[in-house]
């Protein structure tokens, strides 16, 4: 792609997810600065009880945690609140009533509280070019169709949709692969695959193409 430099690396500080339902918010945790976060998780249960998700998190709950901690950044997503048809899914109908009032009332207030929500999808030249000149990206992803080529032995078989954030953090243009930090990593590895299948991946039904540009990365880059 024209402009963009052969190549591009965040320095991450990897965090595993410590339960089956805090992918996103580990993905926050990689994103933090050191003191920001060590104050989160020192904090966790309150800050989770503080921000009104428990221990069920969609991705606008991950935006206001974000401007919690004063990083600035971007959300993109095809619905503006909960898509109705999600009701019928087996993934989202057990916790579409619990969660539905939250989610739409932070939509209806992110414009009032400085956030920056647009509903657009992006494509992967806009992505990689984010990742050029402004910080890493966190994606929400059907992890059944993502398969890293380093650790794609230890990841356990999904099938159907199983909603997964990662962190973006960087790219090499000549082999066509995006590195990314997934939360289920155990070893702190930075994961790899070609840039075609995690747009397969990030485009999936049930994902609403979420997409956080992060701008204030506490990393430094190489």
Request: glycine residues 6%; proline residues 2%.
């Amino acid at each position: 792609m024209n402009g963009l430099p052969p190549s591009k690396h965040y320095n991450l500080t990897h965090y595993q997810q410590r339960y089956n339902w805090d992918c996103g918010l580990s993905c926050i945790i990689m994103i933090l600065s050191a003191q920001q976060r060590e104050q989160l998780l020192g904090n966790f249960e309150a800050v989770c009880g503080e921000e009104g998700f428990g221990s069920s998190t969609w991705t606008i709950d991950l935006c206001y945690l974000l401007m919690r901690y004063q990083v600035r950044h971007e959300y993109f997503t095809q619905t503006l609140g909960i898509d109705p048809n999600y009701a019928q899914h087996t993934y989202y109908s057990k916790i579409i009533d619990k969660d539905e009032r939250r989610v739409t009332r932070k939509f209806k207030d992110a414009r009032a509280h400085g956030l920056r929500v647009e509903q657009r999808t992006v494509d992967m030249e806009v992505i990689l070019r984010h990742l050029a000149r402004h910080g890493p990206v966190i994606l929400l992803t059907n992890a059944s169709l993502l398969t890293c080529e380093v650790c794609k032995r230890n990841v356990l078989e999904k099938f159907g949709y199983a909603g997964h954030y990662v962190v973006l953090c960087g790219y090499d243009m000549a082999a066509q692969k995006l590195f990314y930090h997934n939360p289920e990593v155990h070893d702190g590895h930075i994961c790899r695959c070609l840039i075609e299948s995690m747009d397969t991946a990030r485009r999936a039904y049930g994902t609403d193409e979420d997409i956080i540009f992060i701008y204030e990365q506490k990393a430094t880059s190489e």
